[in-house]
């Protein structure tokens, strides 16, 4: 069982920048995907980017790509997602969530694929 408690959000103007946090409640570093997703009212969730704890790698949504750039420190059992060039689209609650991957490398994986869950945080870009 892995618990992810995610942190950082809050309210912004386009343009400018935001660092969502999520911690895990134990060591992932043997290798998961960490994925963030986002969920804008009346939408389905989507994800945003997703890292390998063991490997690092790395992928995105086109929608984040050149802007969001997500990291992990194993040590701290975190992974990040620093938000730059924040569009109003880009408001809705993010989500952290996790499912053990033995590979090497995760690309975006769709909700269902998801075996654990943060409670989420918002984020509001206003224009």
């Known amino acids: 069982q892995v618990q992810l408690a995610e942190s950082g959000g809050g309210s912004v103007q386009a343009g400018g920048s935001l660092r969502l946090s999520c911690t895990a409640s134990?060591?992932?570093?043997?290798?998961?995907?960490i994925q963030w997703f986002r969920q804008a009212p009346g939408q389905e969730r989507e994800g945003v980017a997703v890292?390998?704890?063991?490997?690092?790698?790395?992928a995105y949504a086109d929608s984040g790509k050149g802007r969001f750039t997500i990291s992990r420190d194993n040590a701290k059992k975190t992974v990040s997602l620093q938000m730059n060039s924040l569009k109003p689209e880009d408001t809705g609650t993010y989500y952290c969530?996790?499912?053990?991957?033995?590979?090497?490398?995760?690309?975006?994986?769709?909700?269902?694929?998801?075996?654990?869950w943060g409670q989420g945080t918002q984020v509001t870009v206003s224009s």
């Open positions: 969530s996790a499912v053990p991957n033995y590979g090497s490398g995760c690309g975006l994986i769709g909700a269902a694929g998801m075996r654990y």
């Open positions: 134990r060591d992932t570093s043997s290798g998961y995907c």
């Open positions: 890292i390998h704890t063991r490997t690092g790698r790395a």
